[in-house]
């Protein structure tokens, strides 16, 4: 039974090993999105600025990204034609962005030819990339303390005693000795 138990563990154990090596993490995927954009010409370092801005505006025809991701990445969207709704688009928010290459590459090319009617340029995803990224993490800062806790005042043991105090006050009266019967 046991040993039954242990290569069950074993299986579960090598398929999440298995699933965890297809994935990436946000920031191979920018990574690999910066071999491509350096190696063009007119590279520049990915900017968050430029990819919001990339992000709102409509590039000549109907739709800008926010048509369908809002204007808040952190937010819902809503597909503009199906109504369909899309789960925000800042990993800040959904811990699933940009974990796995293919379907970064494969939204990218759909949306893009929605938007741009071309593909998109590395630079343009790197850019836009590098601003979904970074929303929802900024202003996030530790909690300060300002100074040392203060400890309220433990009033218990007073109240305590007080209670001790009432009950030995309490003692009863000696009992009054029967008279012996006269016999
Ligand atoms: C017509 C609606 C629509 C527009 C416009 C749109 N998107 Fe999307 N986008 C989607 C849908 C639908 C998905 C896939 C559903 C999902 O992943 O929740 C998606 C997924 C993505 C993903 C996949 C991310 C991941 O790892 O899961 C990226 C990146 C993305 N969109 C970026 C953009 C960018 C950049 C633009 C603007 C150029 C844009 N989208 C415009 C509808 C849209």
């Known amino acids: 039974m046991s040993r039954v138990l ?27 999105i910066k071999a491509e954009a350096s190696a063009a010409a007119g590279y520049q370092e990915f900017s968050a600025a430029r990819g919001e801005k990339f992000f709102h505006v409509k590039h000549g025809d109907e739709w800008s990204c926010s048509s369908c991701h809002t204007d808040n990445p952190m937010n819902e969207g809503k597909h503009a034609k199906t109504e369909k709704l899309i789960k925000p688009l800042a990993p800040a928010a959904n811990a699933e962005r940009f974990t796995e290459l293919k379907k970064v590459e494969k939204w990218f090319k759909r949306n893009c030819n929605d938007v741009l009617n071309r593909e998109c340029t590395a630079q343009e995803k790197g850019d836009v990339m590098t601003y979904l990224l970074g929303v929802g993490t900024k202003h996030v800062e530790a909690p300060k303390i300002e100074a040392p806790v203060q400890h309220a ?4 043991p007073v109240a305590a005693a007080a209670v001790a105090a009432t009950a030995v006050a309490a003692t009863s009266k000696k009992p009054v000795a029967k008279k012996k019967a006269v016999s």
């Open 6 to 32: 242990l290569s069950l563990g074993l299986v579960v154990a090598t398929i999440f090993t298995s699933q965890a090596a297809m994935a990436e993490t946000p920031a191979e995927i920018l990574a690999m």
């Open 153 to 156: 005042q433990v009033a218990a």
